[in-house]
Nanobody, 126 residues
Framework: VQLQASGGGLVQAGGSLRLSCAAS?????????????MGWFRQAPGKERDLVAG????????YYADSVKGRFTISRDNAKNSVYLQMNNLKPEDTAVYYC???????????????WGQGTQVTVSS
């Protein structure tokens, strides 16, 4: 599976960005996008990479980290093999490299994602 993330950039506090991640290919077990669990992680300088939002193959009951609840929305379009992260009311502490990731199975909240995109930088100025 190959993942291509885009949409990062520089934005002022209170602004919005929409990240996109396009997937192609299959997993080693032959599964395709519509059976994947998708996640968005972020890693700030000097910090660990954390799960920000995730959604299972069905799109139901998405997960959000407490720090982004009410501001970020994850969605997926299986017809386009894509997952999105709408980020509103951005704060300087949201500054990080954001990664999309894929895993097989329905568990969302786990660090065990097998495929990763290249990351896209989000910088929020105060």
């Amino acid at each position: 599976v190959q993942l291509q993330a885009s949409g990062g950039g520089l934005v002022q506090a209170g602004g919005s960005l929409r990240l996109s991640c396009a997937a192609s290919g299959r997993t080693t077990s032959g599964r395709t996008f519509d059976s994947f669990t998708m996640g968005w992680f972020r890693q700030a300088p000097g910090k660990e990479r954390d799960l920000v939002a995730g959604v299972s193959w069905s799109g139901g009951n998405p997960y959000y980290a407490d720090s982004v609840k009410g501001r970020f929305t994850i969605s997926r379009d299986n017809a386009k093999n894509s997952v999105y992260l709408q980020m509103n009311n951005l704060k300087p502490e949201d500054t990080a490299v954001y990664y999309c990731a894929v895993r097989e199975g329905s568990v969302v909240v786990t660090p065990s994602y097998g495929y990763w995109g290249q990351g896209t930088q989000v910088t929020v100025s105060s």
